[in-house]
């Protein structure tokens, strides 16, 4: 029940705080795709409308939360409802507006052809990494315990359990359709990220979510290794800093983007 | 009160001719150009009418938004001015389209201007 009023307070803080922000584009509170970060309009619409929608459904939440005593896995459905209807409407909010305003907008220059990138080669490495760690799984399924370590503390001691098949085919699979999934949507709608990119732009993005990935299949291979006796959890550690290492420079990179590039309107 | 009726009755009409009329001319300017910009296609209804049926970017985003769902325009995007620009072209289905309506309303011309003329 307390899981309810904290998420609810959170979607309301949230409401607020993007509320303050509406008018005032900037790369870290609000809807931040690609139609926001070009069209202060795009900003405006996507963002009051988020910022309405988050306080009311953090009330509702919270009044489902106070009156009808829901379990945690019903109000995590809700949340989880919740946050796709708020991605997908401010999506459309921001791309409706980008359009209406490009349409009054005069042509600057010469208009050069914007192609997107091919994401099968990054799709095929990031599968092949995905099949060489249920390779791996499979060659090791006889000697892992039927518990399993699956989370690590600070200094690489297990402080998380699962049963074999949800530590070893479970939790990785959904581990490793994030990336995949982030490769098709950035390669079809480039203004679904933050920054539209095209081009180089979206050359360096799918490359990094490939490195991602990688790290990620790494990640989960070492933590098989550990469970077998063949590594310690130190090398689960190392490896997850490695993603943390790689997130920052990923964000002082679009950081470096979005201050060279300031929006126009 | 009866001329406000008179006024509902005849925004509401012009409002369902003129939409389906700019429709026809937004497809006849991408056959005709090849692609356009929406901006373009917009000044380009303004001087073909002699800036008397300019829609306003809301109608044509809506024009464009519906001709897109049945598959007769496409977007792409291009670069302009260091940002990133919808422009619009006929699809081959579009093209189809058009050639039956072209003599569809050339008949609608012929038929209105016969009975104007009475």
């Given at each position: 029940?307390?899981?309810?009023?904290?998420?609810?307070?959170?979607?309301?803080?949230?409401?607020?705080?993007?509320?303050?922000?509406?008018?005032?584009?900037?790369?870290?509170?609000?809807?931040?795709?690609?139609?926001?970060?070009?069209?202060?309009?795009?900003?405006?619409?996507?963002?009051?409308?988020?910022?309405?929608?988050?306080?009311v459904?953090?009330?509702?939440?919270?009044?489902?939360?106070?009156?009808?005593h829901?379990?945690?896995?019903?109000?995590?459905?809700?949340?989880?409802?919740?946050?796709?209807?708020?991605?997908?409407?401010?999506?459309?909010?921001?791309?409706?507006?980008?359009?209406?305003?490009?349409?009054?907008?005069?042509?600057?220059?010469?208009?050069?052809?914007?192609?997107?990138?091919?994401?099968?080669?990054?799709?095929?490495?990031?599968?092949?990494?995905?099949?060489?760690?249920f390779?791996?799984?499979?060659?090791?399924?006889?000697?892992?315990?039927?518990?399993?370590?699956?989370?690590?503390?600070?200094?690489?001691?297990?402080d998380?359990?699962?049963?074999?098949?949800?530590?070893?085919?479970?939790?990785?699979?959904?581990?490793?359709?994030?990336?995949?999934?982030?490769?098709?949507?950035?390669?079809?709608?480039?203004?679904?990220?933050?920054?539209?990119?095209?081009?180089?732009?979206?050359?360096l993005?799918?490359?990094?979510?490939?490195?991602?990935?990688?790290?990620?299949?790494?990640?989960?291979?070492?933590?098989?290794?550990?469970?077998?006796?063949?590594?310690?959890?130190?090398?689960?550690?190392?490896?997850?800093?490695?993603?943390?290492?790689?997130?920052?420079?990923?964000?002082y990179?679009?950081?470096?983007?979005?201050?060279?590039?300031?929006?126009?309107? | 009160?009866?001329?406000?009726?008179?006024?509902?009755?005849l925004?509401?009409?012009?409002?369902?001719?003129?939409?389906?009329?700019?429709?026809?001319?937004?497809?006849?300017?991408?056959?005709?150009?090849?692609?356009?910009?929406?901006?373009?296609?917009?000044?380009?209804?303004?001087?073909?009418?002699?800036?008397?049926?300019?829609?306003?970017?809301?109608?044509?985003?809506?024009?464009?938004?519906?001709?897109?769902?049945?598959?007769?325009?496409?977007?792409?995007?291009?670069?302009?001015?260091?940002?990133?620009r919808?422009?619009?072209?006929?699809?081959?289905?579009?093209?189809?389209?058009?050639?039956?309506?072209?003599?569809?309303?050339?008949?609608?011309?012929?038929?209105?201007?016969?009975?104007?003329?009475?």
């Amino acid at each position: 029940m307390n899981d309810g009023f904290y998420m609810s307070g959170m979607l309301i803080i949230l409401g607020v705080l993007t509320y303050l922000f509406r008018n005032i584009p900037n790369p870290y509170i609000g809807v931040r795709v690609g139609y926001t970060y070009l069209s202060k309009e795009a900003w405006r619409e996507a963002n009051t409308f988020a910022a309405v929608y988050c306080i009311v459904a953090g009330l509702v939440l919270w009044a489902v939360t106070y009156f009808l005593h829901p379990p945690k896995d019903t109000i995590l459905l809700l949340l989880l409802g919740i946050v796709v209807i708020l991605a997908v409407t401010t999506y459309q909010k921001a791309k409706e507006a980008y359009e209406r305003s490009d349409i009054r907008t005069p042509l600057e220059g010469t208009s050069q052809p914007l192609t997107t990138v091919n994401a099968k080669p990054y799709l095929i490495a990031q599968l092949i990494a995905i099949g060489i760690y249920f390779l791996i799984a499979a060659l090791l399924w006889g000697r892992l315990p039927e518990t399993i370590a699956v989370h690590y503390s600070s200094n690489g001691h297990p402080d998380g359990f699962a049963s074999k098949v949800m530590g070893v085919v479970v939790y990785p699979l959904v581990g490793f359709v994030i990336m995949p999934l982030f490769t098709v949507l950035v390669s079809k709608v480039p203004m679904l990220i933050r920054f539209p990119v095209f081009g180089k732009g979206q050359k360096l993005t799918l490359a990094f979510l490939t490195i991602m990935h990688f790290l990620v299949v790494v990640v989960i291979t070492t933590s098989l290794l550990y469970n077998v006796g063949v590594i310690g959890g130190g090398w689960t550690k190392w490896a997850a800093i490695c993603i943390v290492v790689i997130t920052v420079i990923w964000a002082y990179w679009m950081w470096r983007h979005y201050t060279s590039n300031p929006l126009e309107e | 009160m009866l001329g406000n009726k008179k006024e509902k009755a005849l925004k509401k009409l012009r409002k369902d001719i003129r939409s389906g009329f700019y429709a026809y001319l937004a497809l006849l300017a991408l056959e005709q150009k090849g692609e356009l910009h929406g901006y373009a296609l917009r000044k380009e209804l303004e001087t073909t009418s002699n800036g008397h049926l300019v829609p306003s970017e809301g109608t044509l985003y809506d024009i464009l938004k519906s001709l897109k769902k049945y598959g007769l325009v496409e977007d792409f995007w291009v670069q302009a001015g260091g940002r990133p620009r919808k422009s619009y072209k006929l699809t081959s289905l579009g093209e189809e389209v058009l050639k039956e309506l072209k003599s569809e309303v050339l008949e609608i011309i012929r038929i209105a201007g016969g009975v104007s003329c009475e």
